[in-house]
């Protein structure tokens, strides 16, 4: 079982900036990819960004190129999401989610964070 605790929403106006934190615990010594993932009110669940956990790439829904970046500790097993710029349309909980490997689904979720843009 691996266990991901996020921390880090809040409520910060538009153009503001906040950082996102997901640790995670437990089994992870076969970490294939991290990602995170928004769910807006009334919207299905929606990919954000992802990191693969060995080499270096990253991959960004369109809709947050340019102001949201992924990255990820290795020691501390734990991920992050600095976002910049926010609008109002990136209202959601944010879910972080884990994979063993290259499959179609992530293995493991968090419990979400709210994050709220006020305009």
């Known amino acids: 079982q691996v266990q991901l605790v996020e921390s880090g929403g809040g409520l910060v106006q538009a153009g503001g900036s906040l950082r996102l934190s997901c640790a995670a615990s437990g089994r992870t010594f076969a970490t294939y990819d991290m990602a995170w993932f928004r769910q807006a009110p009334g919207k299905e669940r929606e990919f954000v960004a992802r990191?693969?956990?060995?080499?270096?790439?990253?991959y960004y829904a369109d809709s947050v190129k340019g102001r949201f970046t992924i990255s990820r500790d290795n020691a501390k097993i734990t991920m992050y999401l600095q976002m910049n710029s926010l609008v109002p349309e990136d209202t959601a909980v944010y879910y972080c989610a884990y994979r063993r490997g290259n499959t179609n689904a992530y293995d493991y979720w968090g419990q979400g964070t709210q994050v709220t843009v006020s305009s």
């Open positions: 990191i693969y956990w060995s080499g270096r790439g990253t």
